[in-house]
Structures are given as structure tokens and as C-alpha cells.
């Protein structure tokens, strides 16, 4: 299994151009995350999945949208990227969703927004 | 609403030195709490989690926790640190949803 994968690793964008982040999940799970990272801010969750059609905002969803056709895909857009999006992305996948499970990460898509 | 606080954004060991990295957590109603590192350009990683039964948790690469309800804490412990245990390490907190809740997370390194 590759578990969470994520493309592009790195990428720069200028002010105001569109971009998707890929992320795939080969373990059949249910639940996927969306989440970014700061220095010095831990993670936030920007948008979640809980199965194929279904997902919801998490804490920090502006400037994002997501959408979930197919359980293993869970692709994140950045419509017009401006430089407080410029963060590490990391996605994330669980089986169930409940508060004891395990939610495997992604290696991140570090974005730079100039 | 859930909460955790982790003391110290940077925390510096010898070689062979006990680790410990602290995290307090705020929760209304039994937490599950859990350990995740991250090494450098990598994603997150679970080191270790409790869920219910012994409060007394063990990890991978020889980490452990301990839940103390009455302090709300679960720091993280290692007899002897080791050059390839820097890193950068979070607490997380979640309920019975599905959203984790992470701490701002603590960089450990280790001197020779």
C-alpha cells in the first residue's frame, strides 16, 4: 500500500492564480482531512470528507473548496491564491472517523504564495 | 470546547537524556489523546494514542505517555534520547467526533 499520497510536493504560485492540490488514499478509508500548517500554529482543518459526495468545513475553509467523487481522491482548490495561503498542506485519511482512530498523513505540498 | 497546550516550543536533550515533552489537554467529557511526529519534510506520524483501559501508553522507537486525568496531561517520555528522535512532536486531542485537535507542537533536538 502507498497509503496518503500528495502532488505536487512543492509549488509557487503568483497572487490571484488557481491551483489544486491532489491527494489520494489507497486503504479504503472512508474519512479524509484537509489540513494546514504554520510555524508555530500546529494544524488547522480546512475541509473533511466522510465518504464519497459528503464533505464539510472544518475551522479555516475560506479561500478553499474541496470536492470528494470517488473514496479514494479528495482534491483541494485554491481559486484565487493570495499570500496567507502560503503554508504546508497535509491530507489525511481514517477509516471510521470516530475520536479513537488513527488518521494517516500525507509527506505535505509546501505552497508559496508570492 | 477542546483544547491542548504543549509547554516548551523547543526542547533541547543530550544524547542519552531523558525526554520528556509536556502536554496538558481541556476536554468536557473523556478525551482520546494521541502523539504524532514529524520528521523533517515528512508527514505526521503516530507515535502512540490512549484511548480507554491502562493509562500507561507505549509507542514506537521506545516512546511512551501517561494519562493523569486529575493533572489533564499526557506527556511524552523517553528513557534515552537518541540523535534520530529529532524531530517535531504533537498532542492531539479528539472526542467522540471526527475531528483531531492539535497542539501548536514541540522540536526536539538532540545533542551529541
Known amino acids: 500500500n502507498a497509503g496518503v499520497t500528495q502532488t505536487p510536493k512543492f509549488r509557487i504560485l503568483k497572487i490571484g492564480q488557481s491551483m489544486t492540490l491532489q491527494c489520494a488514499q489507497d486503504?479504503?478509508?472512508?474519512?479524509m482531512y484537509w489540513y494546514r500548517q504554520d510555524p508555530g500554529m500546529g494544524l488547522k482543518l480546512i475541509y473533511y470528507?466522510?465518504?464519497?459526495?459528503?464533505?464539510d468545513k472544518g475551522e479555516v475553509p475560506n479561500g478553499y473548496n474541496v470536492s470528494r467523487s470517488t473514496t479514494e481522491d479528495f482534491p483541494l482548490r485554491l481559486e484565487l491564491a493570495a499570500p496567507s495561503q502560503t503554508s504546508v498542506y497535509f491530507c489525511?485519511?481514517?477509516?471510521?472517523?470516530?475520536?479513537?482512530?488513527?488518521?494517516?498523513f500525507g509527506p505535505g505540498t509546501r505552497l508559496t504564495v508570492l | 470546547a477542546q483544547s491542548v497546550t504543549q509547554l516548551g516550543s523547543h526542547v533541547s536533550v543530550s544524547e542519552g537524556a531523558l525526554v520528556l515533552l509536556r502536554c496538558n489537554y481541556s476536554?468536557?467529557?473523556?478525551?482520546?489523546l494521541f502523539w504524532y511526529v514529524q520528521y523533517p519534510n515528512q508527514g505526521l506520524q503516530l507515535l502512540l494514542k490512549?484511548?480507554?483501559?491502562?493509562?500507561l501508553v507505549k509507542g514506537i522507537n521506545g516512546f511512551e505517555a501517561e494519562f493523569k486525568k486529575s493533572e489533564t496531561s499526557f506527556h511524552l517520555t523517553k528513557p534515552s534520547a537518541h540523535m534520530s528522535d529529532a524531530a517535531e512532536y504533537f498532542c492531539?486531542?479528539?472526542?467522540?467526533?471526527?475531528?483531531?485537535?492539535f497542539g501548536t507542537g514541540t522540536r526536539l533536538q538532540v545533542f551529541p
Open positions: 489525511a485519511s481514517s477509516t471510521t472517523g470516530q475520536g479513537a482512530d488513527t488518521q494517516y
Open positions: 486503504m479504503n478509508h472512508n474519512y
Open positions: 470528507s466522510v465518504g464519497a459526495g459528503i464533505t
Open positions: 476536554s468536557s467529557v473523556p478525551p482520546y
Open positions: 490512549y484511548t480507554t483501559g491502562a493509562t
Open positions: 492531539a486531542v479528539s472526542i467522540n467526533t471526527d475531528k483531531l485537535i
